[in-house]
T-cell receptor
Framework: KAGVTQTPRYLIKTRGQQVTLSCSPI?????VSWYQQTPGQGLQFLFE???????NKGNFPGRFSGRQFSNSRSEMNVSTLELGDSALYLC????????????FGSGTRLTVV | QKEVEQNSGPLSVPEGAIASLNCTYS??????FFWYRQYSGKSPELIMS????GDKEDGRFTAQLNKASQYVSLLIRDSQPSDSATYLC?????????????FGKGTKLSVIP
């Protein structure tokens, strides 16, 4: 059974650019969540999608957005990149909401220069 | 803002000893609690979930939950060097915090051979 797949694994972008990250959940999982992980702040919740609907959003600026497609694949977008956006972005999928816990993907390491 | 607090460590234990990891949370409505293990450079991996007060055992791992005290713990018996990792406590939110897990910043465990 394939796990959660995130692409790309690594990205280097310059300030002001935008970036799109992709996540394919485990087959049958309809809930996809995104987290930002930094050494100082740990794992911080970005947003959660279920059946193409965003059900919750964390305390991040509007530059961070996401969407989910009918096949449950999800993308997140960060516009007007800032140096502070450098982080590991993790996607997680679950069978039903959070009751059974997440399975995380390997993450996308974003570096903004 | 819902919070999950963990001692950052590092926690050092000799091989074969019991490692005890603790976590407190602020959301009284939370019903689902998880422990994740994260090796350096890897994504978090779910190792335990607990939903009811008391103990839950799985192999060398025991999770303990006390909702009245808003306290979750993880015991690792017969600790092995391969258990050296950062352990993250995660709590499912309630109300406005639903559909997300809030993570503590993690406790770094080092098992000394």
């Amino acid at each position: 059974k394939a796990g959660v797949t995130q692409t790309p694994r690594y990205l280097i972008k310059t300030r002001g650019q935008q970036v799109t990250l992709s996540c394919s959940p485990i087959s049958g999982h309809r809930s996809v969540s995104w987290y930002q992980q930094t050494p100082g702040q740990g794992l911080q919740f970005l947003f959660e999608y279920f059946s193409e609907t965003q059900r919750n959003k964390g305390n991040f600026p509007g530059r961070f957005s996401g969407r989910q497609f009918s096949n449950s694949r999800s993308e997140m977008n960060v516009s007007t990149l800032e140096l502070g956006d450098s982080a590991l972005y993790l996607c997680a999928s679950s069978l039903t909401v959070t009751t059974y816990g997440y399975t995380f993907g390997s993450g996308t390491r974003l570096t903004v220069v | 803002q819902k919070e999950v607090e963990q001692n950052s460590g590092p926690l050092s234990v000799p091989e074969g000893a019991i490692a005890s990891l603790n976590c407190t949370y602020s959301d009284r409505g939370s019903q689902s609690f998880f422990w994740y293990r994260q090796y350096s450079g890897k994504s978090p991996e779910l190792i335990m979930s607990i939903y009811s007060n008391g103990d839950k055992e799985d192999g060398r791992f025991t999770a303990q939950l006390n909702k009245a005290s808003q306290y979750v713990s993880l015991l690792i018996r017969d600790s092995q060097p391969s258990d050296s990792a950062t352990y993250l406590c995660a709590v499912e939110g309630s109300g406005a915090g639903s559909y997300q897990l809030t993570f503590g910043k993690g406790t770094k465990l080092s098992v000394i051979p």
